[in-house]
C-alpha cells in the first residue's frame, strides 16, 4: 500500500481491506507536535529566564539529533498498542542496522537522562522553589515515563516479537545473522 504523498495532504490511517489498516506516522510532524507542546509548558514557568529559549530553535533542527524521531515513532506505536482498535500491531521497519538503532533508542536515551540529569536531581528541582526548573523537570518525566514504557513494551517477550527479512544475496544473509544475534544479546523474542 502506498499513500499519496500528494502536497497538503495528511497521511493517517487507511483501510486496506476488511480488518486491515495501515498507519503512516510522520515523524518530522509528529517533532514539531510535540515540540510545541514542550515550547508551551516551559513558557507556563513563569517569565523569569534561566538561559533555557528552546523557542530559538526550530523542530526541524532536533531532527538531526540521533534517535529523536525514532523515539518519538516508538512512542507514537505504543499508544496504539495500549488501544482496543487493533489486536495486532506490525511495525515495517527499516534496514537491520536501522532497526537496531531503533529497538536500542529507549534505553540510550533513558541512559543519557540520568547522566546529565539524574533522577533524584529532577525529583528536587520538581519540588524546588523555581517554577521553570520544575516545569522542566515534570516535561522530562512525562517523556522517561513514555520512553520508558516504550522500553517495557520491546523487552516484553509475550506482547514483542521480531521477524527478519532478507534478500538471497550472501551479504544481506550474513547482515540477517548479525541482526540475529544482536536481537537474542538485547533480548527481542525472533518469531522467525
Request: proline share 6%; hydrophobic share 45%.
Amino acid at each position: 500500500f502506498r499513500f499519496p504523498h500528494d502536497p497538503g495532504t495528511v497521511a493517517g490511517v487507511a483501510r486496506v481491506l476488511p480488518g486491515l489498516e495501515v498507519i503512516e506516522i510522520d515523524s518530522l510532524a509528529l517533532l514539531e507536535d510535540r515540540f510545541r507542546d514542550v515550547v508551551h509548558m516551559l513558557s507556563q514557568g513563569g517569565p523569569h529566564d534561566h538561559g533555557i529559549d528552546l523557542a530559538a530553535l526550530d523542530p526541524a533542527e532536533l531532527t538531526g539529533l540521533p534517535g529523536v524521531q525514532e523515539l518519538l515513532m516508538l512512542v507514537e506505536i505504543a499508544q496504539f498498542t495500549e488501544e482496543d482498535d487493533w489486536d495486532v500491531v506490525v511495525v515495517d521497519c527499516p534496514p537491520s542496522a536501522d532497526m537496531l538503532r531503533i529497538v536500542t533508542a529507549p534505553d540510550t536515551l533513558l541512559s543519557y537522562l540520568d547522566r546529565i540529569w539524574p533522577r533524584h536531581e529532577r525529583t528536587m528541582s520538581a519540588i524546588g522553589t523555581d517554577l521553570r526548573k520544575a516545569v522542566l523537570a515534570a516535561t522530562v518525566e512525562r517523556i522517561v515515563k513514555a520512553v520508558t514504557q516504550v522500553r517495557d513494551l520491546l523487552a516484553d517477550r509475550t506482547r514483542t516479537a521480531a521477524r527478519l527479512i532478507t534478500g538471497p544475496e550472501q551479504v544481506a544473509v550474513a547482515e540477517a545473522r548479525r541482526v540475529r544475534s544482536a536481537a537474542a544479546l538485547l533480548g527481542l523474542r525472533l518469531d522467525a
